[in-house]
């Protein structure tokens, strides 16, 4: 293939990253670059495992003189969040990423760049490929669907691994190794509903221009939840003027913060629908004096048509429906004030849906307190109840607690001392890592999660500085080369 990631040493760290890129592997469609991993394997003759959810494993012996030496598992996910820009023309599932070099940034033509967490699958593949660095024998564990609930780790039979030092690389900040994560679910709220089809004025608003991001590792960051605002929005237009709510839809991705959303009311009167659009976009005003320090870009757009024909909801769905989004946990409502606010429990409303037939709410709550995830499953369903909804729990995972003693953060804290001059930032994590699922499942494993700086992951947004990647694999070697050593 012609690469676009010249000029820059690694040369063939880039190079294996691009031609991940060039792999479509959304969550649920990593067949592909599942195969891809496996050729990549067998050609070079070493020892590989694919299973039916296609996690792939591929061991690599010791460096010479280091074969005897205890084995280390490499470890990162080979799906990635799928997302773009309005009017951006891509199709995931059978087109790669379209890469932006500028600058020594990478990032992706319009759409998120999967670095979460295509990074890690290059990093292991320059491991097990370069006969020339020096490491005790690895296994290279690629899971999948760690993006909708760690699925891939759930399923894989982790008998196959004999490793009791992790390395996952699914990290995302330079000179930070995480050392605790939380642990997730999704919550799935569903209601059956019947619709009536009038004709009237249709009052279309959308709003925009939100930053988004990572539920996890961004949910503190005061970013606004396009979902939540719209619900506001609809709940005023229903208290002040006269019209059927129709369409309600926003968000892709229940780990991902809420960009935009589109919502539309029927007035059968043309006066009406002209007073809601005013008293929308005197509320759009108000939302943006309230939030344009921190969501500079927001936008809101109000527009009316006549003569329209549309399938209404009926009041008491449209206002269940509306009152459950309003009421619904939110963002950050548990911190830690000894460890400095450090996030225990939050909620990420990611997706929205008005369907023709069902209304649906998708959440995802996070928490590293097990006993806190329980009640907020517990207020979940007791919203569920209150608002006619039935209520479905999927994909949840573990959170992987602080370990006392931890021989591969030490090698890592003297590694990075050593080459860099300065201390390794020690950090829990808000966001859930595939480490607490081999952390219950392999007993005394040894982990820790780091990474090369990712930025606005989960977003069209999202980019790596190159030579923070390239940093990282210098890092990555010589702590293999201590291990060989040690």
Same mark, same amino acid.
């Not at 660095?133 to 564990?141: A, L, M, T």
């Not at 019209?243 to 991705?253: H, I, S």
């Not at 007993?443 to 090369?452: R, T, Y």
């Given at each position: 293939m012609e690469y676009k990631i010249t000029g820059y040493k690694p040369e063939k760290l880039f190079h294996f990253f691009e031609e991940v890129c060039a792999v479509p592997r959304g969550s649920g469609n990593e067949k592909g670059i599942s195969d891809f991993l496996v050729k990549f394997a067998k050609d070079r003759g070493l020892w590989v495992y694919q299973d039916d959810s296609y996690n792939v494993i591929i061991k690599k012996n010791g460096s010479e003189g280091a074969e005897d030496k205890e084995p280390v598992m490499l470890q990162g996910h080979i799906d990635m969040v799928c997302d773009k820009r309005v009017g951006v023309e891509h199709d995931f599932e059978t087109e790669g990423i379209d890469l932006v070099l500028k600058d020594g940034v990478l990032s992706a033509n319009g759409t998120t760049l999967g670095a979460d967490n295509g990074v890690?699958?290059?990093?292991?593949?320059?491991?097990?490929?370069?006969?020339?660095?020096?490491?005790?024998?690895?296994?290279?564990?690629?899971?999948?669907?760690? =993006?909708?609930? %760690?699925? +891939?780790?759930?399923?894989? !039979?982790?008998?196959?691994?004999?490793?009791?030092?992790? /390395?996952? #690389?699914?990290?995302?900040?330079?000179?930070?190794?995480?050392i605790s994560c939380a642990?997730?679910?999704?919550?799935?709220?569903?209601?059956?509903?019947?619709?009536?089809?009038?004709?009237?004025?249709?009052?279309?608003?959308?709003? =925009?221009?939100? %930053?988004? +991001?990572?539920?996890?590792? !961004?949910?503190?960051?005061?970013?606004?939840?396009?979902? /939540?605002? #719209?619900?506001?929005?609809?709940?005023?237009?229903?208290?002040?003027?006269?019209?059927?709510?129709?369409?309600?839809?926003?968000?892709?991705?229940?780990?991902?913060?809420?960009?935009?959303?589109?919502?539309?009311?029927?007035?059968?009167?043309?006066?009406?629908?002209?007073?809601?659009?005013?008293?929308?976009?005197?509320?759009?005003?108000?939302?943006?004096?309230?939030?344009?320090?921190?969501?500079?870009?927001?936008?809101?757009?109000?527009?009316?048509e006549e003569g329209q024909s549309a399938a209404v909801l009926k009041d008491e769905d449209a206002k269940a429906f509306i009152s459950a989004i309003r009421l619904a946990p939110n963002g950050v409502y548990r911190r830690n004030i000894k460890m400095?606010?450090?996030?225990?429990?939050?909620?990420?409303?990611?997706?929205?849906?008005?369907?023709?037939?069902?209304?649906v709410i998708v959440i995802s709550p996070r928490s590293s307190v097990a006993s806190l995830q329980e009640d907020t499953k517990e207020r979940l369903?007791?919203?569920?109840?209150?608002?006619?909804?039935?209520?479905?729990?999927?994909?949840?995972?573990?959170?992987?607690?602080?370990?006392?003693?931890?021989?591969?953060?030490?090698?890592?804290?003297?590694?990075?001392?050593?080459?860099?001059?300065?201390?390794?930032?020690?950090?829990?994590?808000?966001?859930?890592?595939?480490?607490?699922l081999f952390s219950e499942a392999l007993?005394?494993?040894?982990?820790?999660?780091?990474?090369?700086?990712?930025?606005n992951v989960h977003t069209p947004d999202e980019n790596v500085p190159l030579d923070s990647f390239e940093r990282f694999y210098e890092l990555l070697k010589d702590v293999l080369a201590r291990l060989a050593a040690a």
């Open positions: 890690a699958i290059a990093l292991m593949m320059m491991v097990l490929d370069d006969e020339d660095i020096k490491h005790p024998p690895v296994e290279c564990v690629f899971t999948t669907e760690e =993006e909708v609930g %760690l699925n +891939g780790a759930q399923a894989l !039979d982790k008998s196959q691994i004999t490793a009791r030092t992790m /390395i996952n #690389m699914d990290s995302e900040e330079e000179g930070v190794a995480t642990g997730g679910l999704r919550v799935q709220l569903t209601r059956p509903v019947e619709r009536t089809t009038t004709e009237g004025t249709l009052v279309q608003i959308k709003i =925009e221009g939100l %930053l988004g +991001g990572h539920s996890g590792t !961004d949910i503190d960051k005061e970013r606004q939840n396009a979902n /939540i605002l #719209m619900a506001r929005m609809i709940e005023n237009l229903m208290k002040n003027t006269d019209g059927k709510l129709v369409a309600f839809a926003g968000g892709t991705k229940d780990n991902a913060i809420t960009r935009e959303c589109e919502a539309s009311l029927l007035y059968a009167d043309k006066a009406e629908a002209e007073k809601a659009e005013k008293f929308a976009c005197a509320l759009a005003e108000t939302f943006s004096e309230e939030i344009s320090s921190f969501e500079p870009d927001f936008a809101c757009e109000v527009s009316i400095d606010g450090f996030v225990v429990v939050s909620s990420n409303m990611g997706v929205v849906r008005a369907n023709e037939n069902e209304l369903a007791l919203l569920a109840e209150t608002f006619g909804f039935d209520i479905e729990y999927s994909g949840e995972y573990p959170g992987w607690d602080f370990k006392e003693d931890s021989k591969i953060r030490e090698v890592f804290k003297e590694s990075y001392r050593e080459l860099f001059g300065e201390e390794l930032k020690l950090e829990a994590l808000h966001a859930g890592l595939e480490c607490g007993p005394g494993l040894d982990a820790i999660a780091v990474g090369p700086t990712l930025y």
